[in-house]
């Protein structure tokens, strides 16, 4: 009867133990607080460190990043929505949708790369060299190779930004994306991946995407002008990826702490650390 009653407590205090780590995960979960960031797939490197070092000031504050990668166009509607509370895009919002209550701050900006997985690849490309491989014109490499071509979709910062490049350059994209049998890259991370597995492939990335996934991939110049950060710095390099933060029409208080740290000195460095030059933007 001693050892029953002795087993009994035993049990007893066994279960008050559990109930009180139950309670104790508990209130840790309710001191948990959450928010939601989506973006490009180029960002997602640059929003895991802005999110490890804010976990490391505010541990009790969670940041889902939404993968896979959203883009710029399915960020931004996403916050409209409120379906996200921040999202990250390499394009800045516009007129109608700010009247929507949207805000956006640009960040900072890098180098945007003509890239291939040629060997040896070319000494570079000129931009009327460029459209003519766009369009069909030229089909293959100096040795008889043919190019692979990887292009992004209408709405993608990359081709809005090409068809900014040159008149010919805007013409080109359209044939272009109306080409059969385009490698066509759903987002950053896919299109990165074709680029690197595509023998003789040829598109466009950006520096802090391929400087953050340390590909095997060769960067052109662009009419003689070197893709480098220094560069862009100087105004020698005019061809860059800008990269904007958006919220919606509501905030809540923990996601207004993210992006004030994410435009703060130290949100600042970090940005600098990974391939962008930073852009001048209201603290």
């Known amino acids: 009867m001693k050892l029953t009653a002795w087993s009994n407590k035993i049990h007893v205090v066994g279960l008050v133990c559990l109930l009180a780590v139950d309670l104790a995960s508990a209130a840790g979960l309710a001191r948990l607080q959450a928010l939601t960031v989506g973006g490009t797939g180029s960002s997602t490197p640059l929003i895991e460190q802005w999110t490890e070092a804010y976990g490391k000031l505010n541990p009790d504050v969670r940041v889902h990043v939404v993968e896979p990668p959203m883009g710029s166009n399915g960020s931004i509607r996403a916050v409209l929505a409120g379906a996200i509370d921040l999202a990250v895009s390499g394009k800045p919002l516009t007129e109608s949708e700010k009247a929507r209550g ?8 890098t180098p945007l790369l ?19 491989i766009y369009s069909g014109k030229i089909t293959t490499w100096a040795d008889g190779s043919p190019i692979r071509l990887v292009v992004r979709s209408p709405s993608e910062s990359d081709t809005l930004i090409l068809r900014k490049l040159s008149p010919g350059m805007d013409r080109a994209i359209d044939v272009a994306l109306a080409r059969p049998g385009m490698l066509v890259a759903a987002n950053d991370l896919e299109n990165i991946d074709l680029l690197e597995k595509t ?15 340390n590909r095997k991939l060769n960067a052109l110049p662009i009419d003689g002008k070197a893709p480098t950060l220094v560069a862009l710095r100087q105004g020698a390099y005019p061809y860059y990826k800008p990269l904007y933060i958006a919220r919606g029409p509501t905030l809540s208080p923990v996601a207004q702490g993210f992006l004030e740290f994410i435009l703060s000195v130290s949100g600042k460095e970090i940005l600098n650390r990974s391939g962008y030059v930073s852009a001048p933007y209201p603290p």
């Open 102 to 109: 949207g805000q956006d701050w640009e960040l900072g900006r």
């Open 199 to 213: 023998p003789d492939s040829l598109g466009t990335t950006n520096l802090a995407l391929a400087q953050a996934q």
């Open 114 to 132: 003509v890239v291939t997985g040629k060997e040896p690849p070319p000494p570079g490309l000129s931009i009327e060299q460029l459209a003519a």
